[in-house]
């Protein structure tokens, strides 16, 4: 029986890496399928892990109709019998929609991979419809780690180092002058703000403790209250040091 099936977790959980497994596998077994994806760090039309795996891959669009893709395919005389679909968090409900269809009436095996909640905790909604239609949800068991060495359970967006929990949903890599993802964007092109993520565990992501913010108070031998946010002290600069 075909299945529709969402692979989940946060980043750096291996999803990409256990994308390019499945499909090698069952090439391996004598099986043709097609990849997908959308905004990989490795450019257009990839599916890359942070391992180095790397491969080609049919970049999805908005206008991309996956039940079209499917049947075009066959109409020219290929082999369809499964789909991997990386980054499936930036697909829309209705791409998901079609997603599900291929699998109910094409009898395709449908492997999605995606990131469940984004750097607000909010859920994709992409990832949100894969949960609800799909015949499985499998959480990785490749455990992502907070700095603090907990396990992480949350994504978080940095600009400049400075967590933030504001801006557009979608933000892949460096951002383009004047889209600073919640910040305001420098006319100097050297000074343009650098956007980058992190996986933390719960209890840093609601104190707003990242990697850099943590080092910062280790080497002032300060320790953050439980009440205190994070990105007041860093965007008005460190603490001062203590005096001996």
């Not at 015949?135 to 396990?151: F, I, K, M, N, S």
Request: charged content about 25%; hydrophobic content about 40%; overall charge negative.
């Amino acid at each position: 029986m075909a299945e529709l099936v969402f692979f989940s977790g946060t980043m750096d959980c291996g999803k990409s890496t256990l994308a390019l497994q499945m499909d090698y596998n069952h090439r391996a077994r004598g099986r043709d399928g097609v990849r997908f994806s959308r905004n990989d760090r490795a450019g257009v039309s990839r599916i890359s892990s942070r391992l180095g795996l790397e491969t080609d891959a049919v970049e999805v669009l908005d206008s991309t109709d996956f039940w079209d893709e499917v049947v075009r395919r066959r109409t020219k005389g290929g082999r369809v019998d499964y789909l991997i679909c990386d980054e499936a968090q930036f697909y829309s409900p209705l791409q998901v929609e079609q997603l599900a269809r291929v699998v109910d009436e094409m009898e395709l095996d449908v492997f999605a991979f995606g990131i469940t909640a984004d750097f607000r905790t909010r859920l994709f909604p992409g990832s949100q419809r894969l949960i609800e239609l799909a015949d499985r949800v499998q959480v990785l068991q490749v455990e992502a780690l907070c700095w603090c060495g907990r396990r992480a359970t949350q994504n978080a967006r940095t600009v400049d180092g400075v967590m933030v929990v504001e801006g557009e949903q979608v933000v892949v890599g460096d951002v383009d002058r004047g889209t600073g993802g919640g910040a305001t964007a420098s006319t100097d092109s050297h000074l343009l703000p650098v956007v980058g993520y992190e996986t933390l565990c719960r209890r840093h992501y609601m104190r707003r403790v990242t990697a850099h913010g943590a080092n910062v108070l280790a080497q002032h031998d300060q320790l953050l209250p439980f009440d205190t946010d994070a990105c007041v002290w860093n965007a008005a600069g460190p603490p001062p040091a203590k005096e001996s």
